[in-house]
């Protein structure tokens, strides 16, 4: 359907598709899930998308789980705690597990396709109700009947667990299923061949000379005929340390000092080459128990022992419970610390009566990372500006730790562009006319008494006339095309003796007006 389309059925809120914060967010559920599998990758694409793609982008993780079923009490069980993982996260997961990485892929994209269906209770119309997590698992032929019949059962974490014997997990599959490009794909189709298991009428002599050799590989990958490895996301050797006890321990002051430890190693490696860490990911290993994960975010790159050792410390507070030893939680063998994004240290002479402007700066970075630390990621934010016409997309709100520094590029640019605009006698985009500190969203609908000029002479406020003095316009703003039906307003700055500067707008195609900010 075009965008178009849809949005003149339903009422939706269109944001711009931005494939690096995709890839970003990816990259960090990696790191989390490093807490079911040492050994946690994204998949490798091809120089062309696949069959069925549209993007040219990664949108799967892999995990190695070999001997690590028995820790979780079982493969489904495993799934199962991935499931739960993800839903606490607000991600629907669609899970596959076989021997091979392309099984696995397939399983995952193909075998668990179909329609979505919300848990017992819930309403299925409300957006804040995801469904469950499927699953789909390649087992051996003798425990297919049994296993099929045992799990059949929904859990509060998945609704659908398919068993399929390891002989013929691929046999019933769509031949897009084996990450074919199209045009091997479209060649196949043309012969009569939908499915992976009729790959087996042709001649294996000529396939590779008349289909390509792409197809050759992923089919004997997918059956296990050559590995395919898994490229782990791991932090570069210099980044990365790990303790391992002779015996293992249950003491949190035991566990706190191994941290600091290891932070105090990671600072004087940073500081020794010049960089400086801006997510770090801590790993405590446990006996026969899943291993406990910990991420932090630093909002500039940092190399100081003593602050890396208050925020990890910190993060080691929240996730251990006040009494871990009494509890009867598993005891830890190994921790491992890695900075998974580092960045060069800039160092800069401060100009005479800079100082307390430079302090300030590190202060206010301590201040981002304890915040970070203790609420989250994603709950300290900043806005970045964008480049739209429509006030209401004119800012994006991103994380304000564990991201590149940008460096003084945007700001040049930002210099360079108020300059143009002073040249041209146009209000500059730093200029505090230009734009208000203060927008009401939505916008607020007000009547106005009209006049001969396209500016009105007064508008209400809380029940209020206000008489325009004074009024600079109109601007217009329009939407991009993309976005669906056009958004067309005439923008007007307006000043009142009674309350300072207003903006307001007439909505061109409905005629209605609105105030949709104040000047400070």
């Known amino acids: 359907m075009r965008l178009s389309e849809a949005t003149a059925l339903i009422d939706v809120d269109l944001h711009e598709h931005d494939p690096h914060e995709d890839i970003e967010a990816l990259c960090e559920l990696a790191e989390q899930a490093q807490q079911f599998s040492p050994l946690v990758g994204l998949e ?67 075998r668990t396709r179909s329609p979505a269906t919300p848990r017992d209770g819930q309403d299925s119309s409300s957006p804040d109700d995801l469904p469950a997590c499927r699953i789909a698992i390649a087992a051996p032929a003798s425990n297919v009947a049994r296993r099929s019949a045992s799990d059949s059962v929904a859990s509060e974490t998945h609704d659908l667990v398919q068993y399929t014997a390891e002989p013929g997990v691929l046999a019933e599959l769509p031949l897009a299923a084996l990450r074919l490009p199209p045009e091997t794909l479209v060649a196949l189709q043309r012969l009569g061949l939908h499915r992976i298991g009729q790959l087996s009428q042709l001649p294996r002599a000529g ?4 289909l390509g050799e792409q197809l050759l590989l992923r089919w004997d990958q997918a059956t296990g005929q050559q590995a395919e490895p898994i490229i782990t996301r791991h932090a570069l050797p210099d980044w990365h340390l790990e303790q391992s006890l002779e015996f293992p321990t249950q003491h949190r002051e035991t566990m706190a000092e191994l941290v600091r430890r290891l932070a105090r190693q990671l600072a004087e490696r940073l500081g020794r080459r010049g960089q400086g860490a801006l997510r770090i990911v801590c790993r405590l290993d446990l006996v026969e128990s899943p291993p406990l994960v910990m991420q932090l975010g630093l909002f ?28 009867g939680a598993p005891p830890l063998w190994r921790l491992s610390l890695q900075a998974t994004l ?21 202060q206010l970075a301590r201040l981002v990372d304890t915040l970070s630390s203790r609420l989250g990621r994603k709950a300290v934010l900043s806005a970045s500006l964008q480049r739209e016409s429509q006030p209401e997309l004119a800012c994006r709100l991103q994380p304000m730790t564990g991201r590149k520094p940008d460096g003084d590029a ?4 930002r210099k360079l562009s108020s300059r143009l605009a002073r040249a041209r006698g146009e209000p500059a985009r730093d200029d505090p006319q230009r734009r208000p500190t203060q927008l009401f969203s939505p916008p607020l609908p007000i009547q106005v008494t009209s006049s001969a000029s396209a500016c009105p002479t007064r508008f209400t406020w ?21 976005r669906g039906p056009s958004v067309r307003r005439d923008y007007f700055r307006v000043a009142t003796h009674q309350a300072g500067w207003w903006w307001i707008f007439r909505d061109m195609n409905t005629g209605q007006w609105f105030l949709h900010g104040a000047f400070d």
């Not at 120089?47 to 009490?73: H, M, N, S």
Request: charged share 20%; net charge negative; glycine share 12%.
């Open 44 to 110: 490798q694409l091809d120089k062309k998308p696949w069959t069925g793609r549209w993007l040219l982008q990664p949108e799967c993780l892999l995990l190695d789980v070999t001997g690590i079923a028995g820790l979780f009490g079982g493969e489904p069980q495993l799934l199962d705690a991935v499931a739960g993982w993800l839903g606490k996260q607000r991600l629907f997961g669609c899970l596959g597990l076989a021997d091979t990485v392309g099984a696995a892929w397939a399983l995952a994209n193909y």
């Open 207 to 210: 396939m590779a000379s008349r």
């Open 410 to 413: 945007q700001q040049t640019v």
């Open 462 to 482: 809380r029940g209020t006339w206000l008489e325009i003095i004074e009024a600079t316009g109109p601007e217009r703003l329009e939407s991009g095309w993309w």
């Open 342 to 362: 580092t960045a060069p240290l800039v160092w800069r002479q401060t100009e005479l009566f800079e100082a307390g402007e430079t302090a300030s700066r590190g």
């Open 300 to 327: 500039r790159p940092n190399a100081d022992a003593q602050h890396l050792e208050m925020l990890l410390t910190g993060q080691l507070d929240q996730q251990l419970p006040s009494r871990w030893a009494a509890a």
